[in-house]
């Protein structure tokens, strides 16, 4: 599998403060990749760095094998970035605000009306065409942003928060549109996110803290590794069940007649109902998720 970003021993820091530790990571080209970690981790200044946009300290960086610090131009070029302050002007439409931007890539007149065309078909924003963009919903403003980056197809999108503000249905949507433009048309996505529902749909993930990678993996990888499963047993006989957990040694819950254990893998939860059956009227396992991984790398919520 070709890596479309490859991240070698990146440093950067900003006077005495070191924001980014010398990181290492690649991201495989066509994938879906979430950098994840809590506010003040490095995730901006190594996102600006990756993107030329800030000048590294130490290591390499490399984007479809060109060298940020040597090819910037070319990458540029190869790369769509999506920030969350939009770039577009709330005075002009959508398409004046496309075609505006679609002229500094030197198309003939032609050309760039179909390019801007194809843009809002691919965002779905065609019916927006000759709306002011300052007068979009905060999701119509967001389908303008990506399509704006897409103007003129990037490789790799980058895309810092960006279903952060919306309502969950609208949150839904664009997500959707991102996951469709990954595999429908090949875009390597490199995003950031808050929603750990989101991130948990991604290829893969690195979580970093403190200018550090602490874990990177597959979402499934992160969650069996660093969120326990949670085994709740409901019980006949609190008392007793309480007192056949506490000679297996193992630390548990009560939550009215209900017990709780923290297991570190599902499997674990078989031997414990066979031995307190008895006292049971029912059961279940439920799988950790990515926001108890995040907690459990980082300790810390994703957002303070
Ligand atoms: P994140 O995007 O994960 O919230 P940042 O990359 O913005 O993290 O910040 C990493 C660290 O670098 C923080 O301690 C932050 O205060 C510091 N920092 C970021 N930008 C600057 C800057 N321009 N000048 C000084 N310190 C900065």
């Not at 990954?182 to 970093?208: N, R, S």
Request: charged share 30%; with cysteine; net charge neutral.
């Amino acid at each position: 599998m070709k890596h479309s970003i490859e991240v070698k021993g990146l440093k950067k820091s900003y006077g005495k403060i070191e924001a980014v530790k010398g990181i290492n990571f690649y991201v495989e080209q066509g994938k879906l990749f979430a950098f994840l970690g809590p506010n003040g981790a490095g995730k901006s200044t190594s996102i600006d760095m990756i993107c030329t946009f800030l000048k590294l300290d130490e290591g390499e960086i490399w984007i479809e094998n060109l060298q940020v610090g040597k090819d910037d131009q070319k990458i540029r070029e190869k790369i769509g970035v999506i920030f969350q302050d939009s770039l577009l002007d709330k005075e002009l439409t959508v398409e004046e605000n496309l075609i505006c931007r679609a002229s500094l890539y030197e198309l003939k007149k032609k050309e760039l009306r179909r390019t801007v065309e194809d843009t809002m078909r691919l965002v779905g924003i065609e019916s927006l065409a000759k709306r002011f963009y300052g007068k979009l919903s905060g999701g119509q403003r967001r389908r303008c942003d990506i399509a704006r980056g897409l103007l003129h197809r990037p490789k790799i999108l980058f895309l810092d928060e960006p279903t952060t503000g919306l309502d969950p249905q609208t949150r839904k949507s664009i997500w959707e549109m991102i996951q469709r433009l990954q595999k429908e048309e090949g875009l390597t996505v490199f995003l950031t996110t808050h929603y750990m529902e989101e991130a948990a749909e991604a290829d893969y993930v690195v979580v970093i803290d403190e200018g550090r990678i602490v874990a990177k993996g597959s979402p499934s990888y992160l969650k069996e590794k660093y969120a326990k499963d949670k085994l709740k047993l409901f019980c006949n006989n609190p008392e007793k069940v309480a007192a056949q957990i506490q000679w297996m040694g193992l630390d548990y819950e009560t939550v009215g007649d209900q017990i709780w254990i923290k297991l570190s893998q599902t499997i674990e939860a078989l031997p414990i109902v066979e031995k307190v059956k008895e006292g049971l009227y029912g059961f279940e396992v439920l799988a950790g998720t990515m926001d108890d991984a995040f907690i459990g790398i980082t300790g810390k919520e994703i957002r303070d």
